[in-house]
């Protein structure tokens, strides 16, 4: 079935730094969410992109959906202790959403 | 504020136990759904139902089983427990319909020994 891979794994950034996060199909998706999980927690949602191109910003937070929606990425700017966690991207198939293995972010203060 | 609630933060039990995990909701969502959580493996669906006794599996539903007899309330079942399905257990819900996000409880760490 559909799948996305989502790269890095692992990403360690001293504070200040940008982070982004890519999540990559080799077939369209016809939507793409976003979801945080702090450590210890539970993944909690961040957003929706549905159309071709599109493109939301949530305070430090920029994401995107590729033209062709097949890929999107997650961009924090000067990234805070407050964004240590694992960011997944995940799809609508059918009634299900299939999740990206996800990026664990680390930020050193 | 959507409230996903699960029965237990953590749960031991041992090899060939049966082993009942329940999930509820308190927001009327018509899809219910169970994760397992894995290192490196990312969030892999059980099952999901998307009305009161209606059940599909998803991608890894062997050893275990669910029930839905309640709108509010879905649970995950373990027939037989073994080693293997020791993880973290992630219950989450949603509205009818795709394209909906989804809200997720604070998930059951099961150790099986």
């Known amino acids: 079935g559909q799948q996305v891979m989502q790269i890095p794994q692992y990403q360690h950034v001293q504070e200040g730094e940008d982070f982004t996060t890519y999540c990559n199909s080799s077939t369209t998706l016809s939507n793409i969410q976003w979801y945080k999980q702090r450590p210890g927690g539970h993944p909690v949602f961040l957003i929706q992109?549905?159309?071709?191109?599109e493109v939301k910003k949530q305070k430090r937070l920029t994401f995107q959906f590729g033209e062709a929606k097949k890929n999107s990425s997650l961009h924090i700017t000067a990234t805070q202790t407050t964004d240590v966690g694992t960011y997944f991207c995940a799809f609508n198939a059918g009634n299900m959403l299939t999740f990206g293995g996800g990026t664990r972010l680390m930020v050193k203060p | 504020d959507v409230k996903v609630t699960q029965s237990s933060r953590y749960l031991v039990k041992r090899t060939g136990e049966k082993v009942f995990l329940e999930c509820v909701q308190d927001?009327?969502?018509?899809?219910m759904f169970w994760y397992r959580q894995d290192p490196g493996l990312g969030l892999r669906l059980i099952y999901f139902s998307y009305d009161v006794k209606m059940k599909e599996k998803g991608d890894i539903p062997e050893g275990y089983s669910v029930s839905r007899e309640k709108k509010e309330r879905f649970s995950l079942i373990l027939e037989s427990a073994s080693t293997n399905q020791t993880s973290m257990y992630l219950c989450a819900s949603s509205l009818a319909g795709v394209l909906n996000e989804q809200f997720f409880g604070p998930g059951t760490r099961l150790t099986v020994l």
């Open positions: 927001m009327d969502h018509e899809n």
């Open positions: 992109l549905v159309k071709s191109g």
